[in-house]
C-alpha cells in the first residue's frame, strides 16, 4: 500500500558529535524512531538538558495552562536572529505580550474576510504564471514560494510579487534560505551574550539586504499614513494601532522585524504546506479529482467576450471548498511545516514522575505528535476523512498543532487555513498534477520541512487528458 514518504530514522543512540552533524544537516532523520510512540524522552549534553514530550496533558500544561513557566527558548532563535531581530517570534514576558497585543487585531476573523480579494488575486496569478508551464514537469516547492510570498506581499503592502522591491525580497530570500542552517552553535552551547555567533557571512549579507528592502517598504508606508493616502491593509492595521496599554505604536525598527516574521512565517510555511498537498494529491489522485470538481465553484479566469473578466467570488465561497480544507489539514498533519517548538522550563519540574531541572529545554514536536503511534489511528497514513472519525476529532483537539496552542498560537493560522485551501482549489480548478519521474520526495527540516531534492509534478491543463 502507498504511503506518504517519511525521513528514516537515525540508530537509537549516537554520541553527540555525531547527534550534532545529523541535527544541523537535518532535524527530523536526526531523531530515533522510538520517538513515535513514546510519552516522552530525554536527551542530556553537557550543557542543557531536554525533554521531548509527546503525552497531550503535558503539552497542554507547557502550551496552555501554564505557558509563563515555559517561555520560548532562546536557543531555536539565535540562528534567525540577523533576519528576525526583536520579533516576536523570538521574544517572551512583556515585550513578547505587547507585541501581541498590537498585532492581534489585524489578523482577527472580520479582517479576514477584508483580506480575501488580496488572496483571490494571488491566486489568479498563481493559475496564470502555472498556465505558461503548461504540459511541463515543474518544481513545485519553487511555484508555491512564488505564489505564497505574493500573498504576502498583496494582504501585507497591498504590491504584487512583481514589484521591485517585492521581487528583490522574494530572491534575496531564497538565497537566505540556502545559507542557513536550521540551528548554529548558540543552539547546543550556551554563548554570552558578547560572544560571538558565528553566523555565515553569506547568511548575514542575505539577512541585512532583506531588512534593508523591507525598512524602505515601512518607511514609504509611514509616509502614506501620515499623508492620510495609505491603503487599508495589514501593514496599515499594524502601524496604526495602538497598545490598549501604553498608547504606543510600533517604530520602524520595531515594524521592521514584525514584517521579517511575518514574511518569514508566512511565506515559507505556506509555501512549504501547498507544495507537500499538491504531492499528496499527485500520489492520490482520487483525492485529487474530488477536489477538482468541488472547486467548480471557482470561476474558470477566461476573460469574457467584452473583455472584463467575470465576477469574481467573495469571501463565502470558503465554505463550500470543505474537502480542500480537509486535505490541507492533512497535509499538514503529514508535513507539518515547524516540525519542532522548543520552550524553557522556568523552574524545577516533575514529569511522568522524572525531575525536569530548572532551564531545562521542552521540545514539542508537531511532527511526532501528528504521527504518534498510540494516538492516531493509521498515522503514516493519508486520509483528510479522518476527522470526521471519533478519533480524528479527538486528535485533532488533544495531538494536532501545525500553529502551535495556547498563547503563543501563530496569530496567522485562520489566514493560513484560508489562503492554503483557496490557492490549492484554484490551481486543481485549472489543472491536474502527476508524479514526475524519479525517486519519491523525502522530507527535510530546513527553515520549514522541505523535500530532500524538490518536489517535481507533470502539470496538464484540467480540460485534456490525464497527464
Not at 192 to 210: E, G, N, V
Not at 228 to 244: E, S, W
Not at 408 to 434: D, T
Amino acid at each position: 500500500m502507498k504511503r506518504p514518504p517519511k525521513p528514516p530514522a537515525r540508530a537509537d543512540k549516537v554520541s553527540l558529535l555525531r547527534y550534532m552533524s545529523l541535527f544541523r544537516k537535518d532535524i527530523l532523520s536526526a531523531q530515533p524512531a522510538r520517538l513515535y510512540r513514546a510519552w516522552m524522552a530525554e536527551f542530556r549534553t553537557p550543557f542543557f538538558r531536554s525533554f521531548l514530550v509527546n503525552q497531550p496533558d503535558l503539552v497542554r500544561a507547557v502550551l496552555k495552562e501554564r505557558a509563563d513557566d515555559f517561555p520560548k527558548s532562546d536557543r531555536i532563535g539565535e540562528g534567525l536572529r540577523p533576519l528576525l531581530g526583536n520579533s516576536v517570534f523570538v521574544t517572551n514576558g512583556e515585550t513578547w505580550k505587547r507585541q501581541r497585543r498590537i498585532i492581534d487585531p489585524a489578523f482577527e476573523g472580520g479582517r479576514l474576510r477584508h483580506g480575501f480579494p488580496a488572496m483571490r488575486a494571488a491566486a489568479e496569478a498563481a493559475v496564470q504564471r502555472m498556465a505558461a508551464h503548461s504540459g511541463e514537469t515543474l518544481e513545485v516547492e519553487a511555484e508555491t514560494s512564488h505564489a505564497a510570498a505574493d500573498v504576502i506581499f498583496r494582504t501585507l503592502f497591498s504590491i504584487p510579487i512583481e514589484h521591485e522591491i517585492a521581487s528583490q525580497v522574494f530572491a534575496e530570500f531564497r538565497h537566505y534560505q540556502r545559507s542557513q542552517p536550521i540551528l548554529n552553535l548558540a543552539a547546543f552551547v550556551p554563548l554570552p551574550k558578547w560572544m560571538p555567533r558565528f553566523f555565515r557571512r553569506d547568511t548575514r549579507a542575505s539577512a541585512r539586504t532583506i531588512r534593508r528592502l523591507i525598512t524602505r517598504l515601512t518607511t514609504a508606508r509611514m509616509a502614506e499614513i501620515a499623508a492620510g493616502t495609505a491603503p487599508d491593509d495589514l501593514a496599515t492595521k499594524i502601524m496604526t494601532t495602538p497598545d490598549p496599554e501604553t498608547g504606543e505604536t510600533f517604530t520602524t525598527e520595531e515594524m521592521v522585524d514584525q514584517v521579517a516574521i511575518f514574511f518569514l512565517a508566512g511565506h515559507e510555511t505556506s509555501a512549504s504546506a501547498l507544495a507537500w498537498t499538491l504531492y499528496l494529491l499527485a500520489l492520490y489522485p482520487e483525492w485529487q479529482e474530488r477536489l477538482a470538481e468541488e472547486a467548480q465553484c471557482l470561476p474558470e479566469l477566461l476573460p469574457e467576450a467584452n473583455g472584463s473578466a467575470q465576477a469574481a467570488p467573495d469571501f463565502g465561497v470558503m465554505a463550500k471548498l470543505r474537502l480542500s480544507r480537509d486535505v490541507f489539514r492533512e497535509a499538514l498533519r503529514l508535513y507539518p511545516p515547524v516540525p519542532m517548538m522548543v520552550r524553557e522550563a522556568q523552574c524545577p519540574e516533575s514529569f511522568r514522575d522524572r525531575e525536569v531541572p530548572k532551564g531545562s529545554q521542552i521540545v514539542l514536536s508537531p511532527w511526532h505528535l501528528h504521527r504518534h503511534e498510540r494516538l492516531w489511528e493509521r498515522p503514516d497514513e493519508f486520509d483528510p476523512g479522518r476527522y470526521a472519525t471519533d478519533n480524528g476529532k479527538t486528535c485533532l483537539r488533544e495531538a494536532y498543532l501545525p500553529f502551535s496552542a495556547g498563547a503563543r498560537v501563530c496569530p496567522g493560522a485562520g489566514f493560513a487555513m484560508v489562503e492554503g485551501p483557496l490557492l490549492l482549489s484554484y490551481l486543481l480548478r485549472h489543472f491536474r498534477f502527476a508524479l514526475g519521474a524519479g525517486p519519491a520526495p523525502v522530507p527535510v527540516a530546513h527553515l520549514t520541512v522541505r523535500s530532500d531534492n524538490g518536489i517535481w509534478l507533470r502539470v496538464a491543463p484540467r480540460l485534456s487528458p490525464d497527464p
